[in-house]
């Protein structure tokens, strides 16, 4: 059968992805990357699938790790990033690191010795002519300033972003609730809450001053010069605030006005931190107001000395950056297609996943429901418990919209643990005949859910190859 093209807008590593899923079931691509007729602030070759700044595709372990179970998986799907990752892998311990310029070659070659793949160096600078009728648009977080502002204006302004403002993000498991404490402030339900929304971390005057002088010496990343300077909309990283005067934040996200600590023998709090339900399985909490350019293991050390947190495990750790993505769930529907113009699906790090993987990852998907609709097919999503079905699911619906008519709190995010439906049975027996407790007990969790998804995403495949026979 002689299909339309699909055009894919951008050859990074979702545009790559998603071209070489297409052209693998048998349908034309047209492939429009705008280097190097049009640079961006960071990518520094015409190769296609540039990595812009680190070599690493973080862990490979496919047994207790979320992204190495994603690269597995992706293995499976037949993907040309991965595969071309492990052809031109570095040493790096348990990651799976590569020679940059080999693997971006190898994607390169790959992609234009394909038959079915045209690759055309030009920017794509509005939207889509009406006749191209199934596009992917992948052109990552520096997405050409006019290609913005055409999505923006199809979308609404609020829609697309211009820059993460990320608060970190808490695995609710990891909170000592003999700490904290459930409550809205003034137990206020709000138009989507119960009056009990938000995990309340109590300090008293003395922890606070030591909070407040730790974000101030704490080491801090700059700004890349071409990043500009995001001080917008109320989202002033928490450092600068506490810069600004001892008592801002007890005056601002800090506040501890309206709250009660219910634990017997503490006294009324002189700070709080809040934390709010930030995915709908309610696995994962983000610390409201703290976004930060403070670096890695400075917000792991200062963070975990507010009381009730000195166990967090961070899903994601804050920070604000240069980054153009869509207010995905409410925009795209479960085939990452806009629900306001169908033909156009969103693929990559514009659809507010974050990194290498997931974005390719991302494109993936969108490659393979675009080539099911250009030969009249519709491609079931992977299930929720497969890591790409739990990535899919963040973008498209997991995400939950707000529970006190804030900002909208979607940010971009790597793949974790905490997006996936949490495992309801019980785990297995270790060696010892023994139900796992402990760090074991968590090891074994994290098992469980790796296994729950490579079982799940092959059943997935069979029954896609099914319908397709
Ligand atoms: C400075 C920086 C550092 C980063 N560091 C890391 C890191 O260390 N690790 C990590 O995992 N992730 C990192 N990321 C995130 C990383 O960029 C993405 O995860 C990943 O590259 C996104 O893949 P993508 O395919 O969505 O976008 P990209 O890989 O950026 O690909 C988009 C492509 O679209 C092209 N394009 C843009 N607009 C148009 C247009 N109008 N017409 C035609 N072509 C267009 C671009 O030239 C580019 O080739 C970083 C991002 C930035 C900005």
Redesign the pocket.
């Known amino acids: 059968m002689k299909t339309n093209p699909i055009h894919i807008?951008?050859?990074?590593?979702?545009?790559c992805e998603a071209a070489w899923q297409i052209a693998a079931h048998g349908v034309r691509v047209i492939l429009?990357?705008?280097?190097p007729q049009r640079a961006?602030a960071?990518?520094k070759t015409e190769s296609?699938?540039?990595?812009?700044?680190?070599n690493?595709f973080r862990s490979d372990d496919h047994e207790h790790n979320a992204v190495g179970l994603l690269h597995e998986e992706m293995r499976r799907l037949n993907s040309l990033i991965v595969r071309a990752a492990d052809a031109n892998q570095v040493p790096a311990g348990g990651a799976l690191a590569v020679d940059r310029d080999g693997f971006a070659a190898a994607v390169t070659e790959a992609i234009s010795a394909h038959p079915l793949i045209e690759v055309r160096r030009?920017?794509?600078?509005a939207l889509p002519p009406d006749d191209w009728n199934s596009v992917i648009v992948?052109?990552?977080?520096?997405?050409?300033p006019?290609?913005a502002e055409a999505i923006s204006t199809l979308t609404g302004e609020d829609a697309l972003a211009f820059f993460d403002a990320i608060a970190p993000i808490v695995h609710r498991d990891s909170i000592d609730m003999t700490v904290a404490w459930f409550q809205s402030r003034y137990d206020k339900a709000g138009p989507g809450g119960s009056g009990v929304d938000y995990i309340n971390c109590p300090l008293t005057r003395e922890q606070y001053e030591a909070f407040v002088d730790a974000l101030v010496a704490g080491d801090k990343t700059a700004f890349?010069e071409w990043e500009g300077t995001p001080y917008f909309d109320g989202c002033l990283p928490i450092e600068v605030m506490a810069e600004r005067g001892r008592e801002t934040l007890r005056h601002g996200p800090m506040k501890p006005f309206g709250l009660t600590n219910p634990h017997p023998g503490t006294s009324k709090a002189y700070a709080v931190v809040q934390l709010r339900q930030d995915n709908k399985l309610g696995t994962l909490f983000n610390m409201v107001g703290f976004q930060t350019k403070l670096k890695h293991g400075e917000q792991t050390r200062i963070f975990r000395s507010i009381p009730g947190l000195e166990r967090a495990e961070f899903a994601r750790l804050g920070g604000l950056?240069?980054?153009t993505f869509l207010n995905s769930p409410k925009l795209l529907d479960a085939m990452l297609r806009l629900k306001a113009m169908p033909r156009l699906r969103f693929?990559?790090?514009?659809t507010g996943c974050?990194?290498?993987?997931?974005?390719a990852a991302v494109?993936l998907m969108a490659g393979r429901f675009a080539a099911a609709e250009g030969q009249g097919e519709m491609l079931a999503p992977p299930p929720p418990t497969t890591a790409h079905g739990a990535l899919l699911n963040h973008i498209t619906g997991g995400h939950i919209e707000t529970i006190d008519a804030g900002p909208r709190s979607y940010q971009p995010m790597n793949v974790n643990f905490g997006l996936f439906p949490p495992f309801d049975r019980a785990l297995p027996l270790d060696e010892n005949g023994k139900r796992p407790r402990g760090p074991a007990k968590a090891l074994a969790r994290k098992r469980a859910l790796c296994h729950r998804a490579l079982d799940d995403l092959e059943e997935w495949i069979g029954a896609v190859r099914m319908a397709a026979e």
């Open positions: 807008i951008g050859g990074g590593l979702a545009g429009h990357e705008m280097r961006t960071a990518h296609l699938a540039e990595l812009v700044c680190s690493s030009q920017e794509i600078a992948a052109t990552g977080p520096l997405t050409s006019a290609l890349n950056h240069r980054n693929a990559g790090q514009i974050e990194g290498y993987v997931e974005s494109g």
